[in-house]
Each structure stands twice: as C-alpha cells, then as structure tokens.
C-alpha cells in the first residue's frame, strides 16, 4: 500500500498503528502535491488519493481538521492553510482568547482505493488550551487536550489508542483484514 502523504508525523503513526509494510511518496519516487480543492475532508482525501492511484498498487490517503466550536468549525477543512506554518497554533490562541467554551474535535477521513473507493472516519473530543504544551506530535497537537493531557504531552503511543486517526485506521483494518 501507498500512504499518499507528505506529512512525516502522519506517516510514522499510520504504520505504527496498521503494522503493515507501507511505502510513502518518496519510496516510490512520486512527487504529489495535489491542491486540497475539496469543501470537506472527504472530498480532499479523494483528491490526493486519487491523484496517485495507477490502477495497480491499493493507495491510502487521508485528511483531517481540528474543529473549534467557539469559531464555527474553523480551521476545520482549512486547518493546513489556517494561517503561515508556525503561525497556526498561535491564531487559534489568539482568537480564542478569553472564550471560555473551548470545546473542539479531529476528526479524519481515510480514502482507501483498491478496485473501488472506501472512505472511514474517526473523531475526538476535547478542548483548547490555553498555551501549548508538550513537545511531541505535530500540528495543532500541543493545544488539544483530552482527559488533563494535551496530544503533545501524550507519547506516540498514548496519542495512537485514542486519536482520530486510530478511530479511522481501525476501521480500516477491519476492512483490509476481511479482505
Ligand atoms: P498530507 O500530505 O497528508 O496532506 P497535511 O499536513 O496537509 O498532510 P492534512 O491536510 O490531513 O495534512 O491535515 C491538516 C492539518 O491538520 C495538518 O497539517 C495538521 O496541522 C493538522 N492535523 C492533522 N492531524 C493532526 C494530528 O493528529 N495532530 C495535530 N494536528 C493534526
């Protein structure tokens, strides 16, 4: 299988969750990048699935978002392009500032192509600190928290039995070893 992904920090917890042999991008020498056009998280894990599938080898893609109640769903499907890297975290502080309903979820949608198109999803609930902490992970991880830790605080595999990514990636297991 391909994980169609350019995000290190992704592709190190999906074979670490699946613990099957998966080839990124760079192994097999494609260079994807497609633009994440789509209005939803499905739509966009299509898209860059899509854009490496060759009709041969079963590629995998997926696409996820941080929630936030208090700013109507935002980053939500935008949470890659929120703002500059480096600046993301930072603007969801910052506009959160002073709100008190911190309340936010991941959620991610896997696209699977084989012969044909499968989509699986997972989502987690918890809240937005109110300063980053902890150093591991990546993205918006340092300012999730989920039962007293933030996903930064977690280590790898503390953060992989509850993740969105975990809820999805189960699901697709369960499809890939019925098969
Ligand atoms: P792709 O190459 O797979 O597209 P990406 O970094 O663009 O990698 P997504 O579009 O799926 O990833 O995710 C959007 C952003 O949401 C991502 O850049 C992170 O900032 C954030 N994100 C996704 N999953 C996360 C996680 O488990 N923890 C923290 N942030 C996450």
């Known amino acids: 299988m391909i994980a169609a ?10 074979r670490e969750i699946l613990g099957v042999n998966i080839k990124s991008l760079s192994d097999v020498g494609v260079v994807s990048d497609p633009e994440e056009t789509g209005i939803n998280l499905k739509d966009n ?15 995998f893609a997926d696409d996820s978002g941080l929630f936030i109640k208090a700013l109507g769903g935002e980053p939500g499907v935008n949470s890659a392009r929120y703002a500059e890297p480096g600046h993301r975290r930072e603007k969801v502080l910052r506009l959160l500032d002073g709100v008190e309903d911190r309340s936010a979820y991941f959620e991610t949608v896997i696209c699977y192509i084989d012969d044909n198109v499968h989509f699986f999803s997972g989502r987690i609930d918890g809240v937005i600190t109110r300063e980053n902490r902890g150093v591991n992970g990546f993205g918006y991880d340092s300012i999730f928290e989920y039962n007293g830790k933030t996903f930064a605080e977690m280590t790898d ?13 189960e699901k697709l297991k369960e499809y890939l070893e019925g098969n």
């Open 157 to 169: 595999e503390e953060k992989n039995k509850i993740s969105h990514r975990k809820k999805a990636l």
């Open 45 to 59: 894990a299509f898209i860059k699935a899509n854009a490496v599938y060759n009709g041969s080898e079963p590629v």
């Open 5 to 14: 992904t350019n995000n290190p920090g992704k592709l190190r917890e999906i």
